[in-house]
């Protein structure tokens, strides 16, 4: 048989080339989602803006060498904190459960993207996502006032533990329970952690007892860690990183073991 009788060759594509046609895809699906739009940028702007501007919640926030503390400055780092929430557990806890139970995980694992490729491919869209939150909240919080202080590389690391913990609870979640009850389960621990885990109520309002126990959770830890660099211009929070990091072992770990793809 002569050279070239069948153009192109076929064959699979590279797996590099699979997963960034596939995270461009849940990408796409993420953006024209509009409850996931609602989920993942409306409301953390929104609630930026409406806290910033109108005094519903005390803060004490500390003045500044050379200026008077700003209320922004206590909450934009919280509101960053609830989009890397909003996306890598919420978000995808929801979108993954509906995949699980309408056959598309089942299909996909059966394609020639490796399973792991797909999870990466999710991970990737979740990344690509939260830069986009960070940048327009931040656009924002900057537009109210905020003056951000500390070193960057400390803040992408906590917002990359973050996102673990978060990715890793909440694929947990939509491998092990049914849709329905994963989005019950995914926007009612939504609602809780926004108010109990240090995102626009500061710690110090809560009982010592129970503030001990808040301070472990992994939204307590991420908005306190991005506090404690952007606001008060601190190196890496050690102790909030180690928190993250032990739910992201824990939450990808058991992900890993427990995840059912049908």
Same mark, same amino acid.
Request: proline share 2%; glycine share 4%.
């Given at each position: 048989m002569s050279s070239g009788t069948f153009t192109p060759r076929p064959g699979a594509a590279p797996v590099s080339r699979m997963i960034l046609a596939q995270t461009?895809?849940?990408?796409?699906?993420l953006l024209r989602n509009g409850e996931q739009l609602l989920l993942t940028v409306i409301i953390p702007a929104l609630l930026l803006v409406l806290f910033s501007t109108v005094d519903i919640v005390t803060v004490t926030v500390p003045v500044r060498e050379g200026g008077a503390g700003r209320?922004?400055?206590?909450?934009?780092?919280?509101?960053?904190?609830?989009?890397?929430?909003? =996306?890598?557990? =919420?978000? $995808?806890?929801?979108?993954?459960g509906f995949d699980r139970r309408y056959g598309v995980l089942k299909r996909l694992g059966a394609s020639p993207l490796p399973r792991?490729? %797909?999870?990466?491919?999710?991970?990737?869209?979740v990344l690509v996502t939260?830069?986009? $939150?960070?940048? %327009? %909240?931040?656009?924002?919080a900057l537009g109210l006032g905020w003056s951000p202080r500390g070193n960057p590389l400390a803040v992408a690391a906590l917002l990359l533990l973050g996102t673990a913990a978060f990715s890793g609870l909440g694929l947990l979640l939509a491998g092990t329970l049914k849709a329905e009850v994963t989005l019950a389960a995914a926007n009612l621990v939504f609602l809780l952690l926004l108010v109990g885990g240090g995102v626009i109520v500061p710690m110090e309002k809560f009982p010592d007892a129970v503030r001990s126990v808040l301070e472990l959770l992994p939204i307590s830890a991420l908005s306190d860690g991005l506090r404690e660099v952007l606001q008060h211009g601190a190196a890496l929070p050690w102790g909030d990183a180690a928190v993250l990091a032990v739910w992201a072992a824990l939450g990808l770990g058991a992900a890993a073991k427990f995840f059912r793809w049908e």
């Open positions: 461009a895809l849940e990408t796409r699906m209320s922004v400055d206590f909450l934009a780092p919280g509101i960053l904190a609830l989009a890397v929430m909003s =996306t890598a557990f =919420t978000g $995808q806890a929801i979108a993954t792991w490729a %797909l999870l990466a491919a999710k991970t990737l869209s939260e830069v986009l $939150q960070v940048a %327009l %909240l931040s656009v924002i």
